[in-house]
C-alpha cells in the first residue's frame, strides 16, 4: 500500500521561509515529485528528487532521504503569489501516489 | 502546443445518468493517466494507459471505463453516476524517458484544466 503523509496547513509572512515535510511509505521507489497547485486549478510541476540530497531552482529547493523515506520541499523569500496547495507525490514505475496536499497562506 | 485539454469544464449529472469526460493531448505521449480530487484530499489514480490500445486500472476504478484507441485521446466514461462520484476530474499525461535516460530527467506528468463534476 502507499502511505505518504505531509501537513494539511501552514501560515507564513511574505518574505519569509516556509519548509513542508512529506513522510512516506511505499511499495515501491523510482523518485519523489513536488507539485503546486492553486485554488481551481491543475496542478504544475516544481520539483523531482530521485537520489539523496538537496535540489535547488530559484526559491525553490527540494530534499530527500530514501533511507528515511522523508522529503521537505522548501519555500525561500515567501510572495503573495506563493500562497496554494503544496502537493508530494511517489512515484512508483510510471504511476504517482499523492498525499493530500499542505495549503500554504502567505500572510504580507 | 495546446497541451492536455478536458472538456467539459463543468457539469451536473442526475444519479443513473452517464457522461463521458473527453481528454486530449498534443504532446505525443505514450501515458495518460486519469485522476479525482476530493475536497481537501490529494489525487487518486481512476485509470491508466502506457499506450494506444493499452488501459489498466488504479486505485479507484470502480463506477468508470477508459479506452484508448489513438495516442492523443483518453475518454473516461461513467456509465451510472452516483453523488459518490462528485468531484474534480483531472486528465495528465507524460513521455518514457528514452532507453538509457532513466532517472535523472524527470518524466513529469502534465495536467489538464480539469473538469468540476457534480451528481445530484
Not at chain 1, 9 to 26: K, R, S
Not at chain 1, 43 to 60: A, I, Q, W
Not at chain 1, 88 to 101: E, I, M, P, R, W
Request: aromatic content about 12%; overall charge neutral.
Amino acid at each position: 500500500g502507499q502511505n505518504i503523509d505531509q501537513p494539511t496547513e501552514m501560515t507564513a509572512t511574505e518574505g519569509a521561509i516556509v519548509q513542508i515535510n512529506c513522510t512516506y511509505q511505499t511499495s515501491g521507489f523510482n523518485g519523489l515529485f513536488w507539485y503546486q497547485q492553486h485554488a481551481g486549478e491543475a496542478p504544475t510541476f516544481l520539483s523531482y528528487n530521485v537520489l539523496d540530497g538537496l535540489e535547488e531552482k530559484g526559491r525553490f529547493s527540494s530534499f530527500l532521504s530514501r533511507s528515511k523515506g522523508y522529503s521537505y520541499l522548501l519555500l525561500k523569500e515567501l510572495q503573495m503569489k506563493d500562497s496554494a496547495s503544496y502537493l508530494c507525490a511517489v512515484k512508483n514505475d510510471y504511476k504517482l501516489s499523492f498525499g493530500a496536499g499542505t495549503t500554504v497562506t502567505v500572510r504580507a | 502546443n495546446a497541451g492536455v485539454t478536458q472538456t467539459p469544464k463543468f457539469r451536473i449529472l442526475k444519479i443513473g445518468q452517464s457522461m463521458t469526460l473527453q481528454c486530449t493531448q498534443d504532446m505525443n505521449h505514450n501515458y495518460m493517466y486519469w485522476y479525482r480530487q476530493d475536497p481537501g484530499m490529494g489525487l487518486k489514480l481512476i485509470y491508466y494507459s502506457v499506450g494506444a490500445g493499452i488501459t489498466d486500472k488504479g486505485e479507484v476504478p470502480n463506477g468508470y471505463n477508459v479506452s484508448r484507441s489513438t495516442t492523443e485521446d483518453f475518454p473516461l466514461r461513467l456509465e451510472l453516476a452516483a453523488p459518490s462520484q462528485t468531484s474534480v476530474y483531472f486528465c495528465a499525461s507524460s513521455q518514457a524517458p528514452p532507453p538509457g535516460q532513466g532517472i535523472l530527467d524527470p518524466p513529469g506528468q502534465f495536467f489538464g484544466p480539469g473538469t468540476r463534476l457534480t451528481v445530484l
